[in-house]
């Protein structure tokens, strides 16, 4: 960046006074050769009053040593030179921003210098408000983790704890109805059966709140996942416990994802036993799994089929904990399921969604990291 000497200084001198900014030009030895009107105002002058004279006469001798040797400095190397500093003007504190560059003649020589000040104190008191606020952010954001920290192992210490006392109405049930041994009636009968259901599926609520915990918990070991090899796995385990069920498997070409294989077993899981449980009732049932049209930086993959559906105006409750909509005595299950779904993928840094139908079938998408060395 250079200014040159010569005609050229009477237009310089009005562009200067034209600008909000503190503007002046020196000659080798630190006299004032030009001012702007900003400039001579801050020091209740007028911009002829400080032509011929130097910092020493304006500012303290501090502060003017300070100067000379930035403009020496700029001189010297012939590169502009840019720094921020506190002055103190009538009771206040402001902060300002001076930027110095070489002036030229017409032989190319440095014959001084030219100088602009700004007064950055409102950008300054900015980046002061927005550090503080990045700190209370980054305080909260570590208070929230730890609580998330012990909350995870109260919910584990507690589901641990309450299979004991589960432990012992299982015990304690089958020694009664040992002694009673042939004689229990008909109600006996049943009683004991609704015991017997009530703390199997109490077993089964804790074991599903365990695994929830544990899907927070666990560190993510990220790695490249083709989802056809995984998916296969998680279709020929879910088929291996439904021996009885004829089901049409349709699953389509898959992406290759960068996430944590194993709990990214666990979510699809949950979501292929979710679909052939709520094809139950159908006499043709279906899943199928594919991929959508994918974006440079996810895939998208779904689980579709063809089982009871669900009303759109109740998709948000699908995945929070503990949600059902529908009956328990049909579908047997604790509403953990899909919130683990939602909770792997959500660490992932994916998203997840769902549209259905009631009576008409439910299609579950998962927008996921796709691998960087993967498949298109």
């Known amino acids: 960046m250079r200014a040159r000497c010569g005609n050229s200084r009477a237009r310089l001198r009005a562009f200067m006074d034209s600008i909000p900014d503190l503007g002046w030009m020196k000659d080798r030895a630190g006299r004032f050769v030009?001012?702007?009107?900003?400039?001579?105002?801050?020091?209740?002058?007028?911009?002829?009053?400080?032509?011929?004279?130097?910092?020493?006469?304006?500012?303290?001798?501090?502060?003017?040593?300070?100067?000379?040797?930035?403009d020496e400095r700029v001189m010297n190397t012939e590169k502009m030179l840019r720094v921020?500093?506190?002055?103190?003007?009538?009771?206040?504190?402001?902060?300002m921003e001076t930027i110095k560059v070489p002036v030229y003649d017409a032989d190319n020589h440095v014959v001084g210098i030219c100088g602009l000040s700004r007064d950055i104190t409102q950008r300054k008191q900015a980046e002061a408000t927005l550090r503080e606020m990045n700190h209370l952010l980054e305080l909260r954001a570590d208070e929230l983790a730890a609580a998330n920290r012990?909350?995870?192992a109260y919910t584990y210490t507690v589901s641990h704890d309450l299979h004991a006392p589960l432990r012992h109405i299982?015990?304690?049930?089958?020694?009664?109805?040992?002694?009673?041994?042939?004689?229990?009636?008909?109600?006996?009968?049943?009683l004991f059966d609704h015991i017997t259901a009530a703390t199997e599926r109490m077993s089964q609520l804790i074991d599903d709140l365990l695994e929830f915990s544990r899907t927070n918990r666990a560190q993510l070991s990220k790695e490249r996942v083709p989802l056809d090899a995984?998916?296969?796995?998680?279709?020929?385990?879910?088929?291996?416990?439904?021996p009885q069920r004829q089901i049409e498997w349709r699953i389509g070409p898959l992406p290759v994802v960068h996430g944590d294989r194993n709990l990214l077993r666990v979510a699809f899981f949950n979501l292929i036993a979710n679909a052939v449980k709520y094809t139950r009732k159908r006499a043709d049932p279906f899943v199928e799994i594919g991929s959508t049209v994918q974006t440079a930086d996810e895939a998208i993959v779904y689980v579709r089929d063809n089982?009871?559906?669900?009303?759109?105006?109740?998709?948000?409750?699908?995945?929070?904990?503990?949600?059902?909509?529908?009956?328990?005595?049909?579908?047997e299950g604790s509403g953990i399921g899909l919130a683990i779904v939602?909770?792997?993928?959500?660490?992932?840094?994916?998203?997840?969604?769902?549209?259905?139908?009631?009576?008409a079938g439910a299609t579950f998408y998962l927008a996921l990291p796709k691998d960087a060395g993967g498949e298109p």
């Open 34 to 70: 030009a001012a702007n009107r900003q400039l001579a105002g801050h020091f209740g002058l007028e911009p002829r009053q400080l032509v011929g004279r130097t910092d020493s006469e304006i500012l303290g001798e501090d502060r003017a040593r300070q100067s000379r040797t930035e």
């Open 84 to 95: 921020e500093r506190t002055v103190d003007r009538d009771g206040q504190t402001r902060w």
């Open 150 to 152: 012990e909350l995870d």
């Open 170 to 190: 299982s015990g304690f049930t089958r020694l009664l109805k040992d002694r009673l041994g042939d004689r229990p009636d008909a109600r006996a009968q049943r």
């Open 230 to 242: 995984l998916l296969a796995e998680v279709v020929e385990e879910v088929s291996a416990g439904l």
């Open 307 to 331: 089982g009871v559906g669900f009303d759109m105006h109740e998709a948000q409750r699908l995945f929070g904990v503990f949600e059902r909509l529908h009956d328990g005595r049909e579908f």
């Open 342 to 359: 939602k909770r792997v993928v959500e660490r992932h840094g994916g998203r997840v969604w769902a549209q259905g139908q009631r009576g």
